[in-house]
């Protein structure tokens, strides 16, 4: 679940300088950066879509440096404003940084610290969440970005409280999500924030996504270390506790092992991973669960037990906060998601009768689909093997695709 702080913005009270518009969006755009999530904005803010019942913004695409600005795949941007633009918007959304170990351009930086000191709202999606940290922007607030990265910010800005569980965090002037798609439920929160749960629904169902998300980033984490944390102290005992999933200890015990007091240890490990000892061993030891739960066929209890956990209640609970479902139907899910092809299929039934050569095209009732002989099309069931079509029951809120995968 997203973060929304007890200041949530609400540009309407707050004061922003005579020379800015609570209508206008800047996107700030810099060379290097992907296109995706450079797009994200300029799509929610720049398409007039009043037709629809979205109210309009107005949008100032600036470029945070010299151009042409190069993007992904080898494109060429020129963006038709440059940082003078930022001090007529309301809001400022910086998409991405091109890379998260080089620093952001010193003009950049100051134009972004005098729109927040002018009343700015100031929005990082992705690795933009690094751009607003160097301008000092986060410094004391809580904020996320993509788990990839969230050890990265929380290690080279420590006074910011990274959470890399969120997909979003709304600190009121200030607002940072997670990787990629989460930026289109930040911009999706801004337009609710603003204009309301309809304006936003109305944009969602332009943009064919959902007007919430449930939940968080925890289930994209995976088990990986840190991009820095290889010559760190710390990497010998987060390795160790990877490696003992299976065994039940506590945060006790990780420091024990760093030689470590319990408070330095927590204030050590949150600075290289963003993440509290305990929460960061709940979270590895629930995608140790989900694996567990994808690949072999042992029990809830055996799984609970192989994952450290101290009961299957434990594990339940947790599961559940984390993935939004409990164990079982967890597998029972991704079961029924498996690929078409790793279910056993019937034997082709042989023919009893000669089968009569056509020169030309056969009859429709005699044509063979991918449903069986004589299906016709919008039937997918008739003719098709029984155990076939109970082999492709679909996910709840999931529409079943056409046999043959067309």
Same mark, same amino acid.
């Given at each position: 679940?997203?973060?929304?702080?007890?200041?949530?913005?609400?540009?309407?009270?707050?004061?922003?300088?005579?020379?800015?518009? &609570?209508?206008?969006?800047? @996107?700030?755009?810099?060379?290097?950066?992907?296109?995706?999530?450079?797009?994200?904005?300029?799509?929610?803010? /720049?398409?007039?879509?009043?037709?629809?019942?979205?109210?309009?913004?107005? $949008?100032?695409?600036?470029?945070?440096?010299?151009?042409?600005?190069?993007?992904?795949?080898?494109? %060429? $941007?020129?963006?038709? !404003?440059?940082?003078?633009?930022?001090?007529?918007?309301?809001? @400022? @959304?910086?998409?991405?940084?091109?890379?998260?170990?080089?620093?952001?351009?010193?003009?950049?930086?100051?134009?972004?610290?005098?729109?927040? #000191? #002018?009343?700015?709202?100031?929005?990082?999606?992705?690795?933009?969440?690094?751009?607003?940290?160097?301008?000092?922007?986060?410094? /004391?607030? +809580?904020?996320?970005?993509?788990?990839?990265?969230?050890?990265?910010?929380? &290690?080279?800005?420590?006074?910011?409280?990274?959470?890399?569980?969120?997909?979003?965090?709304?600190?009121?002037?200030?607002?940072?999500?997670?990787?990629?798609?989460?930026?289109?439920?930040?911009?999706?929160?801004?337009?609710?924030?603003?204009?309301?749960? %309809?304006?936003?629904?109305?944009?969602?169902?332009?943009?064919?996504?959902? +007007?919430?998300?449930?939940?968080?980033? %925890?289930?994209?984490?995976?088990?990986?270390?840190? #991009?820095?944390?290889?010559?760190?102290?710390?990497?010998?005992?987060?390795?160790?506790? $990877?490696?003992?999933?299976?065994?039940?200890?506590?945060?006790?015990?990780?420091?024990?092992?760093?030689?470590?007091?319990?408070?330095?240890?927590?204030?050590?490990?949150?600075?290289?991973? /963003?993440?509290?000892?305990?929460?960061?061993?709940?979270?590895?030891? @629930?995608?140790?669960?989900?694996? $567990?739960?994808?690949?072999?066929?042992?029990?809830?209890?055996?799984?609970?037990?192989?994952?450290?956990?101290?009961?299957?209640?434990?594990?339940?609970?947790?599961?559940?906060?984390?993935?939004?479902?409990?164990?079982?139907?967890?597998?029972?899910?991704?079961?029924?998601?498996?690929?078409?092809?790793?279910? !056993?299929? +019937? #034997?082709?039934?042989?023919?009893?009768?000669?089968?009569?050569?056509?020169?030309?095209?056969?009859?429709?009732?005699?044509?063979?689909? +991918?449903?069986?002989?004589?299906?016709?099309?919008?039937?997918?069931?008739?003719?098709?093997?029984?155990?076939?079509?109970?082999?492709?029951?679909?996910?709840?809120?999931?529409?079943?695709?056409?046999? /043959?995968?067309?």
């Amino acid at each position: 679940m997203s973060h929304d702080s007890t200041v949530t913005a609400d540009l309407a009270g707050r004061k922003l300088s005579g020379r800015r518009r &609570k209508e206008i969006v800047a @996107v700030l755009l810099f060379s290097g950066g992907p296109i995706f999530e450079s797009s994200i904005p300029l799509s929610v803010f /720049g398409i007039d879509r009043q037709d629809a019942g979205v109210p309009r913004y107005r $949008l100032l695409v600036c470029a945070g440096e010299d151009g042409p600005l190069r993007t992904t795949g080898g494109l %060429e $941007l020129t963006a038709p !404003q440059g940082l003078e633009a930022l001090a007529r918007a309301g809001t @400022v @959304v910086v998409p991405a940084w091109r890379s998260i170990t080089s620093p952001p351009p010193a003009a950049a930086l100051d134009a972004l610290r005098r729109a927040h #000191e #002018e009343g700015a709202r100031i929005v990082g999606l992705c690795t933009g969440a690094f751009v607003l940290a160097a301008a000092g922007l986060l410094d /004391g607030r +809580p904020a996320t970005t993509h788990w990839m990265y969230a050890p990265t910010l929380a &290690k080279r800005y420590p006074s910011v409280h990274v959470d890399p569980r969120e997909l979003f965090v709304d600190d009121g002037d200030v607002l940072t999500s997670a990787g990629t798609a989460a930026g289109i439920d930040l911009c999706l929160h801004i337009v609710r924030t603003d204009h309301g749960s %309809e304006a936003a629904g109305a944009l969602a169902r332009r943009l064919v996504v959902p +007007p919430r998300r449930a939940g968080g980033q %925890e289930r994209y984490l995976d088990r990986s270390l840190p #991009e820095e944390i290889g010559a760190d102290p710390l990497a010998e005992v987060v390795a160790w506790a $990877l490696e003992h999933l299976h065994e039940q200890f506590d945060v006790e015990t990780l420091a024990a092992r760093a030689y470590m007091s319990r408070r330095t240890f927590d204030r050590r490990f949150r600075s290289l991973t /963003g993440s509290a000892p305990l929460q960061w061993l709940i979270t590895q030891r @629930v995608l140790q669960a989900q694996r $567990l739960l994808e690949t072999s066929d042992y029990s809830v209890d055996e799984v609970a037990g192989r994952c450290g956990f101290r009961s299957p209640v434990a594990l339940r609970g947790h599961f559940r906060r984390q993935l939004g479902s409990s164990p079982a139907a967890y597998r029972a899910a991704y079961r029924a998601r498996r690929p078409q092809q790793e279910q !056993q299929r +019937p #034997e082709p039934v042989q023919p009893t009768q000669p089968v009569q050569v056509f020169d030309g095209p056969l009859p429709p009732q005699l044509r063979r689909t +991918p449903q069986g002989v004589g299906a016709h099309h919008g039937d997918p069931g008739r003719g098709a093997p029984e155990a076939y079509l109970q082999g492709r029951a679909a996910l709840p809120g999931q529409r079943e695709r056409p046999l /043959g995968g067309v």
